[in-house]
């Protein structure tokens, strides 16, 4: 079943055309990275898809909640590690507190935060911080977990942990949507990869076809990245 | 006339001060954030009222305003002024006049907030009420706590104006005391009171201040 549809679409900023006439979809249980150069509408493509951004054209299709995960975290700096993971079940969902409570916790430790509930955000590394962020996208029990570059404000000693977190919920089946820069993780963890470049799909597949692809710019991208 | 009478005539118009004080802000503050959605709104007639009021509060002397407050509805409207409602002109005077201060600061507090705090509680679910007053309203307070600090000091000071209405607030007695004594001592006590008031005021806005201070 898709949990996911999106037909043609296509956005503009101020006459600029960011997508041009993208379609995607996304299985259950289903591990989608998008890769692609700077301003090839990665980005763009994951904001419409979780509604920050309104498509020009098009058509988006969603069966249940959907959760995302930020490149800068966008935790709420006033509130402890606990209550930034509990206070929209509460108070969005209306759920139990027992209840809710007793899931955070067992999400924290998931993340290896246990001892960190009664923290501030702004006492946590930035691994901590994106941890707790990931928890409290998976406290709503969304059926779809978008990432938008989730290490990228991060250390490279850092960006180790958030990518084993997102293995893991891989291993659960756990149906991602991950805009990434970390091509290794993308070739290990992604079940189908779209590269995007000007706007539109210029490969996709599994990652075992995407990466051998003949496609030019395809080359030139992973070229460029291995020079660096 | 000793300093002990001269004290205790002034304590009675201390407890006048004190009113009007603790009234404008009651009245300004909520008000203040009522004219900072309007100047923030997206209906342009509504922003240029706004921005129309805050211009007219900031840009006319506080005592004029007060005594077209009172003068108003005589001159304009024809009505018979009541006795005693020169209070009541004071405190709507510095309530519209704080108000208008109070909106620039919560709009500028407002502006400041990185836009992905609203986005992280639109995907999390919450509706536009709960996004403002439980997300962005408390991190805007703590923002602008020095600024209102600033304002609430002048206020005690501003205070001293309601003596263009004949209000018996401390500085209208002070200054009665001091013409009829050809005294110094009424303005030295007056003086002595407002700066203990605002050190006051000071050290609790330290306080709320410190409070806030649990998170960056």
Redesign the interface.
């Known amino acids: 079943m898709s949990l996911l549809e999106m037909k043609h679409i296509k956005k503009s900023f101020d006459g600029l055309e960011v997508l041009k006439d993208i379609s995607l979809t996304v299985e259950e249980g289903e591990v989608l990275a998008i890769i692609g150069p700077s301003g090839s509408g990665k980005s763009t493509l994951l904001r419409c898809a979780t509604n920050l951004e309104k498509e020009d054209a098009g058509e988006i299709r969603y069966e249940g909640q959907f959760g995302l995960v930020f490149q800068n975290f966008n935790l709420f700096p006033h509130y402890s590690v606990l209550k930034n993971i509990t206070d929209a079940p509460i108070r969005v969902q209306k759920r139990k507190k027992d209840e809710v409570y007793a899931e955070a916790r067992e999400l924290l430790k998931k993340m290896g935060l246990q001892d960190k509930e009664e923290a501030y955000p702004c006492q946590l590394s930035g691994g901590q911080q994106q941890r707790v962020s990931i928890a409290r996208a998976l406290a709503m029990n969304p059926k779809i977990l978008f990432f938008d570059e989730p290490t990228s404000a991060l250390d490279p000693e850092l960006t180790g942990e958030i990518l084993k977190v997102i293995k893991d919920l891989a291993a659960e089946h756990m149906t991602m949507v991950i805009v990434t820069h970390e091509m290794n993780f993308a070739k290990n963890v992604a079940d189908h990869i779209i590269f995007m470049d000007k706007g539109v799909i210029a490969e996709q597949g599994t990652p075992e076809e995407v990466f051998g692809s003949d496609n030019a710019r395809m080359q030139e991208f992973l070229g460029k990245l291995n020079n660096d | 006339m000793n300093i002990i009478s001269i004290i205790a005539q002034l304590a009675q118009g201390m407890k006048i001060s004190i009113l009007i004080f603790a009234a404008t802000l009651l009245f300004s503050l909520p008000l203040g954030l009522v004219v900072a959605f309007g100047r923030m709104s997206k209906i342009k007639i509504i922003q240029w009222i706004a921005k129309v009021y805050i211009s007219i509060m900031r840009g006319t002397p506080l005592m004029l305003q007060l005594m077209f407050v009172y003068f108003g509805p005589y001159y304009i409207f024809g009505l018979r002024i009541a006795p005693g409602y020169q209070m009541a002109a004071v405190l709507i005077g510095f309530a519209i006049n704080y108000a208008a201060y109070f909106a620039e600061i919560y709009r500028g507090g407002i502006e400041s907030m990185?836009v992905?705090?609203y986005?992280?509680?639109?995907?999390?679910?919450?509706n536009k009420f709960?996004t403002f007053f439980?997300?962005i309203f408390?991190?805007v307070l703590?923002r602008i706590l020095p600024s209102v600090t600033n304002e609430v000091i002048t206020l005690v000071k501003d205070t001293s104006l309601a003596f263009v209405l004949a209000v018996a607030e401390m500085f209208t007695i002070a200054k009665q005391i001091a013409s009829a004594q050809t005294s110094m001592v009424p303005f030295i006590a007056a003086a002595a009171f407002y700066y203990l008031f605002n050190l006051i005021v000071a050290v609790v806005m330290e306080r709320i201040e410190e409070k806030l201070n649990?998170?960056?």
């Open positions: 990185p992905g705090q986005e992280a509680a639109r995907l999390l679910g919450y709960q439980h997300i408390p991190q703590k649990y998170y960056k």
